[in-house]
């Protein structure tokens, strides 16, 4: 019997996910866990692997289709083997018409795929190309020129202005998929539209997306044509993906919280030296916020009021039981948090393994929902980039984020010497409803001990 692939449910909210692109074609051998999609949520894109073994025998959407969770999206089986149609799974599935995504045919474009298609709902039935059915476009054609295509595919190029007569069909029988049409268009859309925009001439611009297509980022190397336009006109993109996620969330976060933002300064003097004593010989170095996050996880099991959440519908405060920390990194299309569980329960050297193996994963797209969720306190850190304090938005449902900026020289005076001191500048915002200011400034003040009093910390 050919099982079914599904578009996972990578989250509790998540609701419907992109298909990136199909990495595999009908027809294609498959092992059972080789990848064979990729998919975008709006948190990260991931690849989904085979449940069994065998050969693609139905892909019921194609590249850029934004499919609800758990809907039947295409099956693997024993070649030849009879698969439920596309509207039969559809139905089974109890799932929602397909819709395409304008920006989608190259995930880089614009960070993610668009939640609504500009390209508009289309039959569910023709979206889809089995093997089974790659005898129906061989019969009586909707247009007159009886061209062997799917439904879909015949839309799509109408909408995209392409004669269809002059695609080739990667089908059964040489027919027409949706796919064969994106591939004969030479950019994508968005970066069909900034050409235009700019008077970039597509045919001087060598592609390097999916099937060599001209994508947004192959475009600044270009050379611009004259254009009688006396200015460019302003970059129109999705709001979409992760960018999408955040926006909702900061918003959310901002209108819902009452935030207080304290400062306070932590003198990095002893903590310095004792990261460089650490780090000589190590091929695995520790870095100032590895140590920034182990003196919080610290602090958050100390007092239990900030790792607290407020559950306004029950009306309750729940203390979460472990310090879970999270740490913000910032992608290019946005910021993610992953998380580091019980980080108070972790040796340094831990906790910077595992740090540096999140963010890495992170940047790649490879984290899992659960390592981007269930945090109880997050740091973030604008150091590195010359940042000195400024007043991070709470990442819901936590009671507080701690931000940190970079090492500054300051002089002081010392037993009535002037000397020169390194400090940095700690920024607590924390939820109001939950935590006052005194409280907040405790729990600060024990961070900032730790960091002046690194020992202490590490024993």
């Not at 192959?218 to 611009?224: I, N, V, Y």
């Not at 009535?416 to 400034?441: E, N, P, W």
Request: aromatic residues 4%; glycine residues 10%; contains cysteine.
């Amino acid at each position: 019997m050919a099982t079914e692939i599904i578009m996972p449910k990578a989250g509790m909210a998540m609701e419907k996910g992109t298909i990136v692109r199909w990495l595999k074609e009908i027809g294609d051998p498959i092992e059972s866990g080789e990848a064979i999609m990729e998919i975008e949520t709006d948190k990260i894109t991931m690849e989904t692997e085979a449940d069994a073994a065998g050969v693609l025998l139905a892909k019921f959407y194609d590249d850029g289709a934004v499919v609800p969770v758990t809907t039947i999206i295409g099956y693997i089986g024993k070649p030849d083997e009879k698969v439920p149609d596309a509207h039969s799974a559809v139905q089974a599935a109890d799932s929602a018409v397909p819709v395409t995504a304008g920006d989608a045919g190259d995930a880089g474009d614009a960070g993610a795929a668009g939640d609504a298609g500009t390209a508009g709902a289309v039959s569910a039935a023709g979206v889809a190309m089995s093997v089974g059915e790659s005898q129906m476009a061989s019969g009586p054609a909707e247009h007159s020129d009886r061209i062997r295509a799917t439904p879909y595919a015949k839309t799509l190029a109408a909408q995209k202005n392409i004669d269809i007569a002059s695609v080739p069909g990667s089908g059964a029988g040489g027919v027409i998929k949706a796919c064969d049409v994106e591939r004969a268009v030479k950019a994508t859309p968005l970066a069909a539209r900034v050409a235009a925009d700019l008077g970039i001439d597509l045919a001087t611009v060598e592609g390097t997306g999916f099937g060599g297509k001209v994508t947004r980022s192959d475009l600044p190397a270009a050379s611009p044509v004259v254009s009688a336009s006396p200015a460019a006109s302003d970059l129109k993109a999705p709001l979409a993906g992760i960018r999408k996620t955040v926006a909702r969330r900061m918003l959310q976060s901002h209108l819902e919280i009452p935030p207080v933002t304290q400062t306070m300064k932590a003198y990095v003097d002893d903590l310095l030296p004792l990261r460089d004593k650490i780090n000589k010989n190590r091929e695995q170095r520790i870095t100032i916020n590895d140590m920034i996050v182990m003196a919080c996880a610290k602090a958050v099991m100390k007092f239990p009021q900030i790792r607290t959440e407020i559950d306004t519908q029950a009306g309750q405060l729940i203390t979460r039981s472990q310090a879970n920390i999270g740490v913000a990194v910032s992608l290019e299309q946005g910021l993610i948090v992953p998380v580091l569980r019980d980080a108070d329960k972790l040796s340094l050297s831990d906790i910077s393994s595992g740090m540096k193996d999140l963010a890495g994963r992170a940047r790649s797209g490879n984290l899992r929902p659960d390592e981007y969720s269930g945090s109880t306190f997050t740091v973030s850190n604008m150091g590195a980039l010359g940042i000195q304090e400024f007043t991070p938005i709470i990442n819901q449902p936590n009671a507080a984020i701690m931000g940190v900026g970079c090492i500054n020289d300051e002089l002081a005076l010392a037993d009535g010497q002037v000397v020169s001191r390194k400090y940095l500048m700690l920024s607590l915002t924390f939820d109001h409803r939950i935590i006052d200011g005194a409280d907040a400034a405790v729990f600060q003040g024990y961070v900032k001990n730790l960091l002046e009093n690194p020992l202490d910390m590490l024993v």
